[in-house]
T-cell receptor
Framework: SAVISQKPSRDICQRGTSLTIQCQVD?????MFWYRQQPGQSLTLIAT?????????ESGFVIDKFPISRPNLTFSTLTVSNMSPEDSSIYLC??????????FGPGTRLTVL | AQTVTQSQPEMSVQEAETVTLSCTYD???????LFWYKQPPSRQMILVIR??????QNATENRFSVNFQKAAKSFSLKISDSQLGDTAMYFC????????????????FGQGTILTVHP
């Protein structure tokens, strides 16, 4: 299994600012994903982070709002841009090998004032 | 597209007893995986158990086992000898394993079931 870390674990941000969340995996993985979770609710997939190319976004999520980078097989970042209170949520990254299970980071709790 | 349904928002069980969490799914895919994840209050998502669709034998992991009914598209989780540390939200998840599909590798989650184990 992969061990995944995320930074920061939580943050409180002002409206209109941006926050970049980092996700680091302890081994090379083929697939990395970013999810959003409202407290007490299920997870919604934001995008697939593709190594060396543009991320693939799910319906309702756009690159201008959630730019994602994945420069190598073990690291990815998600930026939440021009934040509003509606962006307050938990953001999780996951990673795994093709055809195998995904493992999750501990999540980043974001509060936008 | 696939959907995953967990019809039990909350469940409770006494310590040392057995509890079963329900999950149904809908898909037209024939190559897929099913998972149960546990999310305790610490919010760390932990993989509990997985089942490959092509395997008829139900997966087991220590106190955790599944009842996989492929024709009925049902995938329930049984927790035996429940422990206080099993208290968490449990998510059933589907993963398409067809490499050529646009949803390959992506997880679709159910709504979750909050399980409380009472002493």
């Amino acid at each position: 299994s992969a061990v995944i870390s995320q930074k920061p674990s939580r943050d409180i941000c002002q409206r209109g600012t941006s926050l970049t969340i980092q996700c680091q995996v302890d081994s090379q993985v083929t697939m990395m994903f970013w999810y959003r979770q409202q407290p007490g609710q299920s997870l919604t997939l934001i995008a697939t982070a593709n190594q060396g190319s543009e991320a693939t976004y799910e319906s309702g999520f756009v690159i201008d709002k959630f730019p994602i980078s994945r420069p190598n097989l073990t690291f990815s970042t998600l930026t939440v841009s021009n934040m509003s209170p509606e962006d307050s949520s938990i953001y999780l990254c996951s990673a795994g090998l093709a055809g195998g299970p995904q493992y999750f980071g501990p999540g980043t709790r974001l509060t936008v004032l | 597209a696939q959907t995953v349904t967990q019809s039990q928002p909350e469940m409770s069980v006494q310590e040392a007893e057995t509890v079963t969490l329900s999950c149904t799914y809908d898909t037209s895919e024939n190559n897929y995986y099913l998972f149960w994840y546990k999310q305790p209050p610490s919010r760390q998502m932990i993989l509990v158990i997985r089942q490959e669709a092509y395997k008829q034998q139900n997966a087991t992991e220590n106190r955790f086992s599944v009842n996989f009914q492929k024709a009925a598209k049902s995938f329930s989780l049984k927790i035996s000898d429940s422990q206080l540390g099993d208290t968490a939200m449990y998510f059933c998840a589907f993963m398409n394993n067809n490499a050529g599909g646009t949803s390959y590798g992506k997880l679709t989650f159910g709504q979750g079931t909050i399980l409380t184990v009472h002493p």
